[in-house]
């Protein structure tokens, strides 16, 4: 297994919360970082390190013994240029100089569609979106995720770390709204994309998407497919509700864009 001690950063965020119990597994031990108090540990089966994605120490002191990191740390919508240099920016390259210093060789790095935010269903052109498409940041944020996306090539290049980027959907219990329908990616099938992202299949450089088997999505499953990754959950059966007061329609230009909302939301402007 690449992954017997796993870091987590940002273990106390939103998917942080729904992926430990999920990750777990005999002979994994999940290494927990957060900034925030994080106070009901299991501790057959995780540790905790408090601190900083910002705190280049308490970075390396994380990365220290894990064979592999799963790097969710950061701020994960629009806010000042400032925040997002130093959180997702900095701070993911300090995760990936730590892990170089280190000898871990796999990094998965939560991306985000809004790094890729201003690719339209009209552009596919009937096709599936691929996965790799080039960046179109959204904003401040998507151009972050896309600046991650960056840094795991150089330092997959430089140093031969495996890196996969995640450009993930919506990874929630549910859909949070009617684009949920194609964006949305399931608690179990999130814990599908990362064992396949640790598994042997994914090393290299990989950059997929993140989402279920949505009957609405039109992203392509074909890179997550190549690292083994088989979504089970279909967002479709929460289409009654959503569907009940939003046409589904790709005129609609929350649905034309990959980036829905957040293609409108002014720069900088924190959430
Ligand atoms: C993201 O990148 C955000 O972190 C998350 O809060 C959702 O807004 C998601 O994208 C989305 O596009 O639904």
Same mark, same amino acid.
């Given at each position: ?20 119990? #999920? ?15 994080? @106070? =009901? ?12 994605? @910002? ?45 170089? %210093?280190?000898?871990? @060789? ?23 979106? /691929?996965?790799?498409? /080039? ?8 151009? !972050? ?20 980027? #995640? ?18 990616? !399931?608690?179990? =099938? @999130? ?33 997550? %497919? ?16 959503? #569907? ?16 829905? %909302? ?10």
């Amino acid at each position: 297994d690449t992954a017997s001690r796993l870091l987590i950063t940002g273990a106390a965020g939103n998917m942080g919360k729904m992926l430990r119990p #999920l990750l777990r597994k005999p002979g994994r031990i999940l290494r927990l970082f957060d900034i925030a108090d994080i @106070t =009901d540990i299991d501790p057959g089966h995780e540790e905790y390190v408090q601190g900083s994605v @910002t705190d280049r120490a308490a970075v390396a002191a994380a990365v220290d013994g894990v064979d592999a990191v799963l790097h969710l740390g950061g701020l994960s919508t629009e806010d000042s240029w400032e925040n997002i240099l130093s959180v997702n920016v900095d701070g993911t390259q300090a995760v990936f100089e730590a892990a170089v %210093a280190h000898g871990v @060789t796999r990094v998965i790095a939560a991306s985000s569609n809004h790094a890729v935010g201003f690719w339209t269903h009209a552009e596919a052109g009937g096709d599936p979106l /691929p996965g790799d498409v /080039p960046p179109r940041p959204d904003g401040f944020y998507g151009w !972050s995720k896309a600046a991650v996306e960056a840094l795991g090539r150089l330092y997959h290049d430089r140093f031969g770390i495996d890196v996969v980027n #995640l450009r993930i959907g919506s990874s929630f219990d549910r859909p949070p709204n009617y684009r949920g329908l194609a964006s949305w990616m !399931s608690p179990a =099938d @999130t814990a599908r994309l990362i064992e396949a992202a640790l598994s042997d299949s994914a090393k290299g450089f990989h950059t997929v998407w993140g989402i279920s088997r949505n009957t609405r999505s039109w992203w392509s499953a074909a890179e997550g %497919a190549a690292i083994g990754y088989e979504p089970q959950d279909d967002a479709e059966v929460f289409a009654d509700e959503f #569907l009940a007061d939003h046409e589904w329609s790709f005129d609609d230009p929350i649905l034309q864009r990959v980036g829905g %909302a957040f293609c409108d939301h002014p720069l900088g402007q924190r959430m």
